[in-house]
């Protein structure tokens, strides 16, 4: 019997050992190593994939060039109908690269996805899944109302009878649902291990860059919210997607944290309804919510999510605690940072709120780190604690800092033209801003402050 070489991966990193330690040093995390099977001797895996070729030892050594030999012309990406996905992969897809797209269960990578698959026509698109069966598949695309004949469904799990199929069909766009559900007969470990992630990633990387296919992978997370698998996942992909949202809220939002062919800034917005994703061209018309009367406790911040300016709700309740120590609840929002704007409130504006409860939600079940939100939150916290509702013509972008004072942020000009164009007419933002830009092109009132009793006592009087 051939003798079987064994290694240890971390769990975690996927870092390698070549015996069982307790704490990985790389990671820091402890009991994450396992043994793996890394290669058998009587296994040589060659060329997996021979799309075009005929024998891996045909192949020529590459040799060194000067850089200004090279020749090179701008590739035609390929447009979707997917006016969101274009944005976020950079202006298309580009061929030959590989994208790793991953969420919580159940968020919608899968229909993303398969909406996409079915909407590419005029090109012939090969989905691999290894988690559904084709009648299951074959639900969801009657579901999303997209029938072509250029999308082909494949459910298999063994990377060599995947290629032996793209060696017949040949097609121009491959997704794959999901890279742990692979698995190699090159490495005799179980599918989803760090060691098979490694090698199924490492075959589909070698056959897009040869065939100038674009693959799409489907990646788990962990339950801290990482990408499942070895971190060199996502060092070998060329684009890094994350599909955000709460799965009981019907908005997703598309980011990318890395991407060699655009910008990282760029973000969609998607719609979950009961015929698939749909796009969502300007999200602040949905993220502000139509009300006929006036409450306190709301206030619209002008936020950024990548390059793209928003105007969204923050609302807040603040009531007397009835059970001791108040509570401070947030939702969309950094609890820390909320406990820090409650006490600048105290100390510099002289509002008693350390005996109030205090809770605070950002509308549409987004998740908001930008401190530009700073201003709205102390709005919409001072309106539901002096029960005096903000105009709903009137919106906010500033920083607020430990000394009350109401600091600039960056552009500016976007946010204003934003709220100008949903129609507000007064919007509120720090002095410093104010320097140097010219307001006569705008029609909305822009009020500069550079204290937050400025700001309220203009608000409340």
């Given at each position: 019997?051939?003798?079987?070489?064994?290694?240890?991966?971390?769990?975690?990193?996927?870092?390698?050992?070549?015996?069982?330690?307790?704490?990985?040093?790389?990671?820091?995390?402890?009991?994450?190593?396992?043994?793996?099977?890394?290669?058998?001797?009587?296994?040589?895996?060659?060329?997996?994939?021979?799309?075009?070729?005929?024998?891996?030892?045909?192949?020529?050594?590459?040799?060194?060039?000067?850089?200004?030999?090279?020749?090179?012309?701008?590739?035609?990406?390929?447009?979707?109908?997917?006016?969101?996905?274009?944005?976020?992969?950079?202006?298309?897809?580009?061929?030959?690269?590989?994208?790793?797209?991953?969420g919580?269960?159940?968020?919608?990578?899968?229909?993303?996805?398969?909406?996409?698959?079915l909407?590419?026509?005029?090109?012939?698109?090969?989905?691999?899944?290894?988690?559904?069966?084709?009648?299951?598949?074959?639900?969801?695309?009657?579901?999303?109302?997209?029938?072509?004949?250029?999308?082909?469904?494949?459910?298999?799990?063994?990377?060599?009878?995947?290629?032996?199929?793209?060696?017949?069909?040949?097609?121009?766009?491959?997704i794959?649902?999901?890279?742990?559900?692979?698995?190699?007969?090159?490495?005799?470990?179980?599918?989803?291990?760090?060691?098979?992630?490694?090698?199924?990633?490492?075959?589909l990387?070698?056959?897009?860059?040869?065939?100038?296919?674009?693959?799409?992978?489907?990646?788990?997370?962990?339950?801290?919210?990482?990408?499942?698998?070895?971190?060199?996942?996502?060092?070998?992909?060329?684009?890094?997607?994350?599909?955000?949202?709460?799965?009981?809220?019907?908005?997703?939002?598309?980011?990318?944290?890395?991407?060699?062919?655009?910008?990282?800034?760029?973000?969609?917005?998607?719609?979950?309804?009961?015929?698939g994703?749909?796009?969502?061209?300007?999200?602040?018309?949905?993220?502000?919510?139509?009300?006929?009367?006036?409450?306190?406790?709301?206030?619209?911040?002008?936020?950024?999510?990548?390059?793209?300016?928003?105007?969204?709700?923050?609302?807040?309740?603040?009531?007397?605690?009835?059970?001791?120590?108040?509570?401070?609840?947030?939702?969309?929002?950094?609890?820390?940072?909320?406990?820090?704007?409650?006490?600048?409130?105290?100390?510099?504006?002289?509002?008693?709120?350390?005996?109030?409860?205090?809770f605070?939600?950002?509308?549409?079940g987004?998740?908001?780190?930008?401190?530009?939100?700073?201003?709205?939150?102390?709005?919409?916290?001072?309106?539901?604690?002096?029960?005096i509702?903000?105009?709903?013509?009137?919106?906010?972008?500033a920083?607020?800092?430990?000394?009350?004072?109401?600091?600039?942020?960056?552009?500016?000009?976007?946010?204003?033209?934003?709220?100008?164009?949903?129609?507000?007419?007064?919007?509120?933002?720090?002095?410093?801003?104010?320097?140097?830009?010219?307001?006569?092109?705008?029609?909305?009132?822009v009020?500069?402050?550079?204290?937050?009793?400025?700001?309220?006592?203009?608000?409340?009087?």
């Amino acid at each position: 019997m051939a003798k079987i070489k064994t290694s240890y991966f971390c769990q975690n990193c996927g870092a390698q050992s070549a015996k069982w330690i307790g704490k990985c040093p790389a990671c820091g995390e402890w009991n994450t190593y396992v043994e793996e099977v890394v290669q058998r001797e009587e296994l040589t895996p060659s060329s997996v994939w021979k799309v075009g070729n005929t024998s891996s030892s045909a192949q020529v050594a590459n040799k060194p060039k000067p850089i200004a030999d090279i020749s090179y012309q701008e590739q035609q990406r390929i447009q979707t109908v997917d006016q969101e996905l274009n944005r976020v992969l950079g202006g298309g897809i580009v061929p030959g690269s590989m994208v790793l797209i991953g969420g919580e269960p159940g968020i919608g990578k899968s229909t993303l996805m398969l909406q996409i698959a079915l909407s590419l026509t005029g090109l012939r698109v090969l989905y691999v899944s290894g988690e559904e069966s084709e009648h299951q598949i074959k639900m969801r695309a009657e579901r999303l109302n997209a029938q072509t004949s250029d999308c082909f469904i494949l459910t298999e799990t063994g990377t060599q009878n995947i290629f032996k199929q793209i060696e017949q069909l040949r097609p121009q766009v491959l997704i794959i649902d999901s890279i742990q559900t692979l698995h190699s007969s090159f490495i005799e470990a179980g599918a989803g291990s760090v060691s098979q992630v490694r090698e199924c990633t490492a075959e589909l990387l070698k056959f897009a860059k040869e065939s100038g296919t674009p693959v799409f992978l489907i990646g788990h997370i962990t339950k801290e919210g990482n990408l499942a698998g070895p971190k060199i996942l996502e060092h070998m992909v060329d684009t890094v997607l994350t599909f955000e949202g709460d799965r009981h809220m019907t908005y997703r939002i598309l980011r990318t944290s890395k991407n060699r062919f655009g910008s990282t800034s760029e973000l969609g917005i998607y719609e979950m309804l009961g015929t698939g994703l749909r796009e969502v061209s300007n999200p602040s018309e949905i993220l502000i919510s139509q009300r006929e009367d006036a409450f306190s406790g709301i206030a619209i911040g002008a936020t950024l999510e990548g390059n793209r300016p928003l105007l969204i709700e923050v609302q807040s309740l603040v009531t007397p605690a009835t059970y001791g120590t108040p509570q401070r609840t947030s939702t969309g929002f950094d609890g820390k940072r909320l406990n820090m704007l409650l006490a600048v409130l105290e100390k510099r504006g002289g509002y008693r709120l350390g005996t109030q409860d205090v809770f605070l939600n950002i509308a549409g079940g987004l998740k908001v780190e930008d401190p530009a939100l700073d201003l709205a939150v102390c709005a919409s916290i001072l309106s539901s604690f002096e029960d005096i509702a903000i105009p709903s013509t009137s919106c906010f972008a500033a920083e607020v800092g430990l000394g009350g004072e109401v600091r600039a942020v960056n552009r500016i000009e976007n946010r204003i033209t934003e709220a100008e164009k949903l129609g507000f007419r007064d919007i509120y933002i720090s002095k410093y801003n104010k320097k140097g830009m010219d307001l006569s092109k705008f029609s909305i009132n822009v009020h500069a402050f550079g204290r937050l009793e400025e700001v309220f006592a203009s608000l409340f009087g």
